[in-house]
C-alpha cells in the first residue's frame, strides 16, 4: 500500500510561486508515474503535470513554461514536487498528488492553492 501526502498550499497573489510536495512511502515499484492533478470548484479533476520513474515529463498547455515537475527517488519513498511560477488566478484549485504503478492508482489528500488578483 503507498499513501502519497501532499504539502506546500497557501495563499499567493497572482504572478507569485508556490512549491508544493508529496511523499510516497510504502511498496514502490520502479515503473512507476507520478503526477499532479487540481480540481476547481465545479469542474472536473484534469492533468497539471506527471513524470516517469525515467523522469520523462507531460504537462498541458495551461501550465506548460510555468510549472516544472521534478522527484527524488529513495528505496522505499518517492517525492515528486511541482514549482509553480507566473501563477494566475485560473489556477486555484485543490492540487492533488497521484502515484501510479501497474497495480493501480494511489491518490492524496489534497492541497489547497489559491492565487489572488
Known amino acids: 500500500q503507498v499513501q502519497p501526502v501532499e504539502s506546500g498550499g497557501g495563499l499567493v497573489q497572482a504572478g507569485g510561486s508556490l512549491r508544493l510536495s508529496c511523499a510516497a512511502s510504502g511498496s514502490i515499484f520502479s515503473i512507476n508515474t507520478m503526477g499532479w492533478y487540481r480540481q476547481a470548484p465545479g469542474k472536473q479533476r484534469e492533468l497539471v503535470a506527471t513524470?516517469?520513474?525515467?523522469?520523462?515529463?507531460?504537462?498541458p498547455n495551461s501550465v506548460k513554461g510555468r510549472f516544472t515537475i521534478s522527484r527524488d527517488n529513495a528505496k522505499n519513498t518517492v517525492t515528486v514536487y511541482l514549482q509553480m511560477n507566473s501563477l494566475k488566478p485560473e489556477d486555484t484549485a485543490v492540487y492533488y498528488c497521484?502515484?501510479?504503478?501497474?497495480?493501480?492508482?494511489?491518490w492524496g489528500q489534497g492541497t489547497q492553492v489559491t492565487v489572488s488578483s
Open positions: 513524470i516517469t520513474s525515467g523522469g520523462s515529463t507531460n504537462y
Open positions: 497521484n502515484y501510479r504503478n501497474p497495480l493501480g492508482d494511489y
